[in-house]
């Protein structure tokens, strides 16, 4: 049984709780949906904001924690969602760690000073072509640019040989992209560093009169699948997580990979980074180097993400055809730049 002085102690850690979650959602940005691993002491645990896949990162959380004790908890949304949450936050955020999908959401928060530098071991296991020349966060997982397209419809030699033979009149009304979305911002970044702005733009209002916009790459893949549109634009792993199920919305559809170092064969990195104001840096530091080692980078390899693993040599899913045969072009991830796509696609009149 409480005492009433307990039971005070209890009431006012109870209010306490509601007034932290009144602020949340009374802020700027909504409070991201939350989980928290079972095991470790609050005075060791870190916040993790997740953009990643919330499966693989529990994946990474539930292992991590089994093997340290530390207790983590996640709190999940979109990419330029949480990037934007952490730079309101500033240096008052209780984030200790930033996961994303794609590199552009990494470079905000890097370029808005709040990222700590990633240690000399998670810098050991990720190859230099995986992280900013920065240092200032680092890959977890990669993605390939793809263009899926229905196999009743296209030939191999009907397909296009770059992604910007998409601006062609010829495929007007025959293709579809997620333009609202990071994944295909992150694609539109790598064309502006590859190709210059003006030739970025000229594609971009190409695209506009030529595409059919659908919310997402799952979406974007079934209407594929449904013969409403001959191709799009989208990341390999949703062909290949749909094939690891029914296979219903992908029957008829193959994947075209560029090659050539073509602004359509960008790998995204997908990004992990402590922050600056982490008062958990250790931990927080412990966590990003278990994603990026072997331990961590075996779950991207054996798991139904589909993802490419980047660190400590592991190599991909044995499904996936191999990143060195992807003929990607060699970008620096720290100049991908999210502000100046937004801007340009929305004059575009694709936002």
Known sequence: MFSKLQFSKAALTAL???SVLALAACSGAAAPAESTSAAGSATDAITVYNAQHESLTQAW?????KETGIKVTVRNGDDLELSNQ???????????????????????????????DISAKVQEQVPAEYRPSTNKWAGIAARST???YDTTKLKADQLPKSLMDLADPAWKGRWAASPSGADFQ???????????EDATLSWLKSMKENFKAYKGNSTAMKAVNAGEVEGAVIYHYYWFGDQNKTGE????VAMHYFKNEDPGAFVSISGGGVLASSQHQDNASKFLEYVTGKAGQTILQTGTSFEYPVGSGVAANE?????????????DPAKLNSAKVTELMTQAGLL
């Open 16 to 18: 306490a709780g509601v």
């Open 319 to 331: 499904k996936l055809t191999p990143l060195a045969d992807l003929q990607a072009p060699k970008i």
């Open 146 to 148: 793809v263009f899926a």
């Open 186 to 196: 992150a694609i539109v970044s790598a064309m502006l560093e590859l190709e210059g």
């Open 249 to 252: 919305n992908s029957k008829n």
């Open 86 to 116: 952490i730079i309101a936050e500033g240096a008052k955020s209780p984030a200790d760690v930033f996961l994303t999908e794609n590199s552009p959401a990494m470079t905000q928060v890097e370029n808005a000073g709040l990222f700590a």
């Open 61 to 65: 959380v539930d292992e991590f924690t």
